[in-house]
């Protein structure tokens, strides 16, 4: 982990997305209940497609245990109302487009490789943020299957 990026016990960054409705969105938003904000690099690719769509088959189980669930990408607003409307998505989700944005807050703007290429991207991540704006957990590198249900248990356990 990067020094400077907030980690466990650190208060989540404050820094303003935008909704697909063209409105803001901010982790401040959510003082007083539980958030958890998860980043994933693309809307419609395969594995951030799953990942969505296994937090919205749960969202009524994050909402009976007080949690807030907000999906985060580059994408812009108009893209991700597109992904919502594709996949009958109904975690919220947020455009996080600005380079100094709550991505670069938390250290999850990195740099990747593919087909030995380097290019900057979202690192998928998860942030799970306690009533009192503090982060209590982090997961990082992300493997997709079986996230959201591993989430769900630690946000219920906190």
């Known amino acids: 982990m990067m020094s400077g990026h907030p980690d466990i016990g650190d208060a989540m960054p404050d820094v303003a997305m935008e909704t697909p409705d063209g409105g803001t969105v901010r982790p401040s938003d959510f003082a007083g209940q539980k958030l958890v904000v998860f980043f994933y690099p693309k809307d419609n690719t395969p594995g951030c497609t799953t990942e969505n ?33 594709k996949h009958g998505l109904t975690a919220p ?43 209590a957990q982090v997961w990082r590198k992300v493997k997709v299957k079986g996230h959201a249900e591993d989430v769900l248990a630690a946000a219920k356990a906190l």
């Open 53 to 85: 769509k296994d937090f919205s088959a749960l969202k009524a189980d994050f909402d009976a245990a007080g949690v807030a669930l907000l999906g985060v990408s580059k994408d812009s607003a108009k893209k991700h109302q597109n992904f919502i409307a």
């Open 93 to 135: 989700l947020a455009s996080d487009p600005e380079t100094d944005g709550l991505a670069d807050a938390l250290g999850v703007w990195v740099e990747k490789q593919m087909y030995g290429k380097s290019y900057m991207g979202l690192e998928r991540s998860t942030f799970l943020v306690g009533p009192d704006g503090t982060i």
